[in-house]
Each structure stands twice: as C-alpha cells, then as structure tokens.
C-alpha cells in the first residue's frame, strides 16, 4: 500500500512539473484576442480594436454633444493590420498551442482555447497573427521576400511527451542536423486535449510538408501514443522509419496510480486519464506501425528500477516490459531517467543509426520484439 508520504511527494511533483511549464507560457497579445474567421471553416469572432478618429481644434464640444460618432474603420483596419504584423517574441508555444504546419523554420500554430493563429519563424518571434488565411498569405509573403526554396529530402518530427515541448528535443535535434536531416520540432497542447486530438494536429503539419520525399518521427513517451493514433485515422507513404523513446505502449503504471488524484487530472488534462493500462482503454486499441521502428526503454537495468512504486525495471515512469511494442526491428535498453532519455548521447547516437541503417547498434544483431502466438500461453508479470 503507498504510503502518504508517498503520495504527498508524488503531488508535490506533478505540482511543481506543472509550474515550470506553465511559466513558459508566453503573454502575448493574441493569447488575449479571437481572431475572425479562417479560409478553412473554423469561424472566431474578431474583437476589433476601438474606432480611432481625431477631431479638429474647436470641434471637441461639438463631437461630445453628438448623439453619433462618425466612425473611421479604415483607421481601425490599418491599425489591426499592424497590429498582426509586428514581429513579437513569444515562448513557442508550449501547452495552449499546437502546431498544424511547418514551412522551413516557420510554422503556424492555432490557440486550443480561442481557435486564432499565429505564425512564428526561427526564434518564435511571431510574424503574423490571426486567421489560419492571414498566416499563410504572410508566410507567403515572407518566401519570396527571402526567396526561400521549397523542401525536399528528408524529415525528422520530433513529438514530445505530455507536460513537455519540443524544446525538450533540442540537443538530439542538433544531432539530427548534422547527420543531414530537415528537423522538426512538432508541438501541441498535450495537457489541453485528448490523444486522438493531439492526432489531427500531427496530421495537418505531416500534410504540410510539400515536397519532402521521406519523414522519420522520433517520439518521446506519450508522443508514440499520439503516433499511433495518427495511424489508425491517417496514412502517408512517405513514412520511413520511427525511433520509440520511452513510450508506454501498454500504458504507465504511474497513470493508474495518480488518475484519481485531483491534481494529476487538473495539470495532466484529458490526456494523462488516457494512460492507463486499461486492457479495454484507448492504448489497447491503437495500431502497430507497419512501417520500421525500434524502442529505446530506460532502466535501472535490475528488477527494482528507479521507481518503488513500480514493479521490475522502469525509468522512474514506465515500465521496461510496457515500452516492448510487438513489432518493433530493434531493441535497446539505456540507463537513463524517463525524462532524459532525449538528452542522453548514446540514445541519440542510437536514433541516428536506426534511421539511417535500421539497426540501434554498431555492432551485433537487431534485437526484435516478436508478438507470442495466439496459442501461447499468457505471460504473468508479477
């Protein structure tokens, strides 16, 4: 039985992991506007900003007793087309944005809570708000302007887990560069939606890659689960292989302890009831991947693991046994935490050889996960 010591610190640190994402949010103006309607049905009323209009020396009074104000919308207009142009730092969005399409180093993102857009270039510093239209246009714009290529070759999506961003990704996404890959770091908002959801958000940027040839996914945690997902709604043949990192492909342990807390379901939103291992929940029922791909478990790398709470090996999270996705070419275990498992050098060397040569290792065979036969007997994990 979990002591309430325990579960006093697990609280604690769903509270603090909370925090430290939240503060990243950015305040932008747009986080406090609606936009007005897009091109592709998504429909948002506009709160324009107020009439602006100048009066003539010794009309003053003659304009305050007039029942009606003469209004000036082409001030209004040009002011709000400013307004969406000014280029603004923002944090990137981390948990009220998600992604729907990548151009280069820009992308567009749509706010979870009003529907608006907003388009962010390199440095997350926003070149364009409103809707989904008004961001293509400028982006538009923007290509020839710089005179940007079209994409083409090879892509990486990089999908973080919940709570998390894509920034999570960073020091794997510099490797991933320089062995010759586009990279792209995909957000969405992972507290704020379900992982069907989360799905449609992947969907629309993997639609939005115009002209590249091959997509590889690398995937953190829940982010497999929201892959899955993607597969058993969507289909692209331009997926070539995935690399797995920590995901609990037969639900988290963790999940099934913390679901009734009220602070877990407050900060891990709809998603985090969602992880649970359920035979009859939402994992249960997701497909395989038919194309290549490999799992990468952390571990203690000894039946206790990092997390008491858990039997058998685990990263501090998931368990080893519930990363082991039938199917899969390859396997590998690292003795890393769960939330580092991005950061870890040897797991990045391990993500670039597999998706190049589809195998984790330099040397010896592939360790594939072999789905037991239909007649075999059920293996009890105690």
């Given at each position: 039985?979990?002591?309430?010591?325990?579960?006093?610190?697990?609280?604690?640190?769903?509270?603090?992991?909370?925090?430290?994402?939240?503060?990243?949010?950015?305040?932008?103006?747009?986080?406090?506007?609606?936009?007005?309607?897009?091109?592709?049905?998504?429909?948002?009323?506009?709160?324009?900003?107020?009439?602006?209009?100048?009066?003539?020396?010794?009309?003053?009074?003659?304009?305050?007793?007039?029942?009606?104000?003469?209004?000036?919308?082409?001030?209004?207009?040009?002011?709000?087309?400013?307004?969406?142009?000014?280029?603004?730092?923002?944090?990137?969005?981390?948990?009220?944005?998600?992604?729907v399409?990548?151009?280069q180093?820009?992308?567009?993102?749509?706010?979870?809570?009003?529907?608006?857009?907003?388009?962010?270039?390199?440095?997350?510093?926003?070149?364009a708000w409103?809707?989904?239209?008004?961001?293509?246009?400028?982006?538009?714009?923007?290509?020839?302007?710089?005179?940007?290529?079209?994409?083409?070759?090879?892509?990486?999506?990089?999908?973080?887990?919940?709570?998390?961003?894509?920034k999570?990704?960073?020091?794997?996404?510099?490797?991933?560069?320089?062995?010759?890959?586009?990279?792209?770091?995909?957000?969405?908002?992972?507290?704020?939606?379900?992982?069907?959801?989360?799905?449609?958000?992947l969907?629309?940027?993997?639609?939005?890659?115009?002209?590249?040839?091959?997509?590889?996914?690398?995937?953190?945690?829940?982010?497999?689960?929201?892959?899955?997902?993607?597969?058993?709604?969507?289909?692209?043949?331009?997926?070539?292989?995935?690399?797995?990192?920590?995901?609990?492909?037969?639900?988290?342990?963790?999940?099934?302890?913390?679901?009734?807390?009220?602070?877990?379901?407050?900060?891990?939103?709809?998603?985090?009831?969602?992880?649970?291992?359920?035979?009859?929940?939402?994992?249960?029922?997701?497909?395989?991947?038919?194309?290549?791909?490999?799992?990468?478990?952390?571990?203690?790398?000894?039946?206790?693991?990092?997390?008491?709470?858990?039997?058998?090996d685990?990263?501090?999270?998931?368990?080893?046994?519930?990363?082991?996705?039938?199917?899969?070419?390859?396997?590998?275990?690292?003795?890393?935490?769960?939330?580092?498992?991005?950061?870890?050098?040897?797991?990045?060397?391990?993500?670039?050889?597999?998706?190049?040569?589809?195998?984790?290792?330099?040397?010896?065979?592939?360790?594939?996960?072999?789905?037991?036969?239909?007649?075999?007997?059920?293996?009890?994990?105690?």
């Amino acid at each position: 039985m979990v002591s309430l010591g325990l579960r006093f610190l697990l609280s604690l640190s769903v509270v603090l992991a909370a925090v430290a994402t939240r503060a990243d949010e950015p305040r932008s103006p747009e986080a406090r506007g609606t936009a007005g309607s897009s091109g592709n049905g998504n429909r948002f009323e506009r709160r324009s900003l107020p009439a602006v209009q100048s009066a003539a020396p010794g009309e003053e009074n003659a304009e305050a007793q007039s029942p009606r104000r003469r209004p000036v919308p082409a001030a209004n207009d040009v002011l709000e087309d400013l307004q969406r142009s000014i280029a603004v730092r923002t944090m990137g969005g981390r948990q009220f944005w998600g992604d729907v399409s990548f151009f280069q180093n820009y992308r567009i993102q749509r706010n979870v809570f009003t529907g608006h857009y907003r388009l962010l270039d390199a440095e997350d510093q926003r070149q364009a708000w409103g809707s989904l239209d008004d961001c293509r246009k400028r982006l538009e714009e923007i290509r020839i302007e710089r005179k940007l290529p079209p994409m083409k070759g090879k892509a990486v999506i990089a999908i973080h887990g919940v709570l998390r961003s894509s920034k999570s990704f960073v020091p794997m996404l510099d490797t991933l560069k320089k062995a010759g890959y586009q990279v792209f770091g995909f957000d969405y908002p992972s507290t704020q939606v379900q992982i069907p959801e989360a799905a449609e958000y992947l969907h629309s940027c993997i639609q939005s890659l115009e002209g590249v040839e091959e997509i590889n996914l690398v995937v953190h945690s829940m982010g497999g689960l929201v892959v899955r997902s993607y597969l058993g709604m969507h289909h692209d043949d331009r997926i070539h292989r995935m690399v797995m990192l920590g995901v609990p492909n037969k639900g988290a342990e963790m999940a099934d302890l913390m679901k009734r807390n009220l602070l877990f379901r407050m900060i891990y939103g709809p998603a985090g009831q969602q992880l649970v291992t359920d035979p009859k929940g939402l994992i249960a029922s997701l497909p395989t991947p038919e194309f290549d791909f490999a799992v990468i478990a952390g571990g203690r790398g000894d039946e206790r693991g990092f997390n008491p709470l858990i039997e058998g090996d685990d990263d501090g999270t998931v368990r080893v046994v519930s990363t082991r996705l039938p199917g899969a070419c390859d396997f590998a275990t690292v003795k890393c935490l769960h939330s580092f498992l991005m950061r870890d050098p040897s797991v990045a060397e391990m993500t670039v050889r597999f998706l190049n040569d589809g195998q984790l290792r330099a040397q010896g065979d592939r360790e594939p996960i072999v789905a037991a036969p239909p007649d075999a007997a059920p293996i009890v994990v105690p």
